[in-house]
């Protein structure tokens, strides 16, 4: 029997014995993975149900640009603390590895894109902010743009340094 609360008529405690469930909650979940198994349905969400398409992709690396840079930031900042040399030291190091040209090339531009690609993205990113560009066709457009320039900032700047 209940026990009330005050003169309320709530029931506050109740001391039925405990009935045990039909099925436990692991017995429960292996006949759903079973389920799943045999219907050969992959785990939801999972990115292979997916069409990709351009604005998928853009989102996807600016966040990966975005962890790359920060990440790569922040291991340059501690190795300067805690290696014993200087900067130049290392540099010097670097060209005495005699790289070829191709692979010098493709590290530098392997710098100069995730910086160009989140940048001028990140300045997309800002335009949307502002209620502008999110018809399909501009999403598209725009995202065409942000590549192009991307890859020609990079060249440009691999150019340069």
């Known amino acids: 029997h209940p026990l009330w609360f005050g003169d309320l008529n709530i029931p506050f405690l109740y001391f039925f014995s405990a009935v045990p469930m039909g099925t436990t909650a692991k017995e429960e979940m292996n006949k759903f993975w079973d389920k799943n198994n045999k219907l050969n349905r992959p785990m939801s969400p999972h990115i292979t149900i997916y069409q990709w398409s351009v604005p998928m992709m853009m989102s996807i690396t600016h966040r990966g640009t975005g962890v790359g840079l920060s990440g790569g930031i922040s291991a340059f900042a501690l190795l300067a603390l805690v290696l014993p040399d200087s900067y130049p030291y290392y540099l010097d190091l670097i060209h005495s590895l005699s790289i070829g040209p191709a692979l010098l090339g493709l590290a530098k531009f392997g710098i100069a894109f995730p910086l160009s690609y989140h940048t001028l993205n990140g300045i997309r990113h800002l335009f949307w902010d502002s209620g502008k560009g999110f ?14 320039l991307s890859i020609l900032t990079s060249i440009a700047a691999i150019a340069y340094m």
């Open 135 to 148: 018809t399909l066709p501009e999403v598209y457009r725009s995202g065409y743009v942000v590549i192009a």
